[in-house]
């Protein structure tokens, strides 16, 4: 069984006392860690899919690497439209630079692969994987058909029904839905962006976001809309039979 822990939209600030929308998040994040520190410290991978430091300044990734220890190993990490890609791309472990400048990574099993996607348009808030990167992922799924997949990328691919966050998704989700749908093996994706969870089909495979770390949305709101709960975290568990599960967890204990 192989465990993976998904973190998104954590938020951070190199000054830890700073707030977002009147909620201060380096403690959101520490608590996070503190509960996956308890429950399961044995994960395999624990996968950031994007906007750790809203400030987007290398210092907050020093403290974010700081935080994580002894576990910056098993970390992988992919931008959102918050993030500094150089400055992860130089920082942490296992990321791969790829076509048109953008970033990735691949964890290859007996049983499956986890591959990690670029969705940043520089200076934009919405996303876009570009032809590029979508070629290329064409390359590794046909080079890799008998592993199951799952994919992280930072924007969802599918509508999440809150007009304001359906303009800034996933821009060529149609492209991308035409290339998996060649690609069964892709059963899963797992992306961050909107700050709430969702479940949608999508081809093949079926996406979930992740609340997030840091302030929480509302879902199906014509405008942003905080939700006050507490920070959330995803755990993926796959079985070699392709067998698989996903469950949230919430951290209402501050460190």
């Given at each position: 069984m192989h465990r993976i822990v998904q973190l998104t939209d954590c938020h951070l600030f190199t000054e830890k006392a700073t707030a977002l929308r009147e909620i201060v998040t380096w403690p959101r994040f520490q608590s996070v860690l503190q509960h996956l520190r308890q429950q399961f410290p044995d994960f395999?991978?624990?996968?950031?899919?994007?906007?750790?430091a809203h400030d987007e300044a290398a210092a907050t990734y020093d403290a974010v690497i700081a935080e994580l220890g002894d576990w910056i190993g098993k970390v992988r990490v992919i931008p959102g439209n918050h993030d500094n890609r150089a400055a992860i791309a130089n920082r942490f472990p296992g990321v791969q630079p790829l076509c048109s400048d953008r970033i990735h990574f691949v964890e290859q099993w007996s049983d499956w692969q986890i591959i990690g996607l670029d969705s940043q348009l520089s200076g934009q808030v919405a996303g876009s994987l570009g032809s590029d990167?979508?070629?290329?992922?064409?390359?590794?799924?046909?080079?890799?058909?008998?592993?199951?997949?799952?994919?992280?990328?930072?924007?969802?691919?599918?509508?999440?029904?809150?007009?304001?966050?359906?303009?800034?998704?996933?821009?060529?989700?149609?492209?991308?839905?035409?290339?998996?749908?060649?690609?069964p093996q892709v059963q899963l994706i797992g992306c961050g962006h909107v700050h709430h969870e969702i479940v949608a089909s999508f081809g093949h495979a079926t996406v979930f976001s992740t609340p997030a770390v840091g302030p929480k949305f509302?879902?199906?709101?014509?405008?942003?809309?905080?939700?006050?709960?507490?920070?959330?975290?995803?755990?993926?568990e796959l079985a070699p039979n392709g067998s698989w599960t996903t469950q949230l967890f919430q951290c209402t204990s501050q460190p």
């Open positions: 395999d991978l624990l996968v950031l899919t994007g906007d750790i990167q979508i070629q290329w992922l064409k390359e590794r799924l046909t080079a890799s058909r008998s592993l199951r997949t799952l994919l992280f990328l930072h924007h969802p691919p599918v509508p999440v029904h809150s007009p304001w966050l359906d303009k800034i998704g996933l821009q060529d989700a149609a492209e991308l839905k035409l290339l998996l749908n060649e690609f509302r879902p199906r709101t014509e405008q942003l809309v905080i939700d006050l709960g507490p920070p959330e975290y995803r755990l993926w």
